[in-house]
């Protein structure tokens, strides 16, 4: 079982940046893929973007295209997501979580239960 533990949440007005961190227990972080996903109050978790195990294939939200990067570091086990341009619509809890596989060639990389473990969620508030 691996542990995920993200960091980097916070306060932030319309149009400003942030840069969540997940940093990843253990020796095997760069044989998976990673994703973020984001929960706002009484809504479902969602995906937010995913990326394979080497770093060469990104995948995001049509909601944060253009606006949100994602990166790793497989060299200090760090999972990365650069958030810019922030819309009070991106307020949620933000989870980092493993993938099953490296490279998604299900192509399933934004549903839930393609990951099986995941942190315990970083709060992003986004004030108007």
């Known amino acids: 079982q691996v542990q995920l533990v993200e960091s980097g949440g916070g306060l932030v007005q319309a149009g400003g940046s942030l840069r969540l961190s997940c940093v990843a227990s253990g020796r095997t972080f760069g044989a998976y893929g990673m994703g973020w996903f984001r929960q706002a109050p009484g809504k479902e978790r969602v995906f937010v973007s995913a990326i394979n195990w080497s770093g060469s294939t990104t995948y995001y939200a049509d909601s944060v295209k253009g606006r949100f990067t994602i990166s790793r570091d497989n060299a200090k086990n760090t999972l990365y997501l650069q958030m810019n341009s922030l819309k009070p619509e991106d307020t949620a809890v933000y989870y980092c979580?493993?993938?099953?596989?490296?490279?998604?060639?299900?192509?399933?990389?934004?549903?839930?239960?393609?990951?099986?473990?995941w942190g315990q969620g970083a709060q992003v508030t986004v004030s108007s």
């Open positions: 979580a493993r993938s099953r596989s490296m490279n998604y060639r299900d192509g399933y990389y934004y549903k839930p239960d393609s990951y099986d473990n």
